[in-house]
């Protein structure tokens, strides 16, 4: 086997995330929009009665977009992830009122979308999220509780249902998602409304 020497970034992460929930389909998430680094504007997207999905809102192309979108219609659930690199990057003033800008004005365009393929899914409650990479798996619970402090300073919404998604690396490289949502972490995504 070949091992990779590689520095984690905000891509990166995100894959890490989008990869477990392709391969966990059992807990019933999907991802509705993923915003990669390079391309042209995107997409968000609804699983039509086929399972096929379908386009339900375009972005702009220079318009401000989170960067990923999970669906779970057996929990009736949304989380809208904005990520970056590390936790200080996300806790930055600017880059979390931004952040809260565009988890809040996504929130509004679902909430009120009047697509056939959304339209029950209009109801579903809609948790905030943030994404990042950590060096030190011991500081899970320490970084979650300061990027839920910068959260609150920013946000009307309630920090208790802030889900913080960290990626770690293990001792052989490999890299693993930490789901930590009301102060505890969790290596499988599973919330019930």
Request: charged share 25%; net charge neutral; glycine share 4%.
């Amino acid at each position: 086997m070949i091992k990779y020497t590689f520095n984690v970034n905000e891509e990166i992460a995100r894959w890490v995330t989008e990869v477990y929930i392709k391969n966990q389909q059992k807990l019933g998430w999907w991802v509705a929009f993923t915003n990669p680094i390079a391309g042209p504007w995107k997409k968000i997207t609804a699983l039509n009665g086929e399972g096929v999905p379908v386009e339900i809102y375009r972005f702009e192309r220079e318009g401000e977009r989170p960067d990923l979108i999970l669906v779970n219609d057996m929990y009736k659930l949304v989380i809208i992830v904005e990520a970056k690199d590390y936790y200080q990057k996300l806790i930055a003033p600017d880059q979390m009122k931004k952040s809260v800008r565009v988890i809040e004005g996504i929130s509004s365009i679902l909430v009120n979308s009047s697509n056939e393929h959304w339209a029950v899914r209009v109801g579903y409650k809609i948790l905030p999220a943030f994404l990042w990479f950590t060096e030190d798996t011991n500081s899970i619970l320490n970084e979650d509780k300061i990027v839920k402090e910068a959260f609150e300073k920013c946000s009307k919404l309630d920090p208790n249902e802030l889900i913080n998604i960290i990626i770690s690396k293990d001792a052989s490289g490999n890299l693993h998602n930490n789901f930590v949502y009301r102060g505890k972490s969790n290596k499988d995504l599973l919330l019930e409304n």
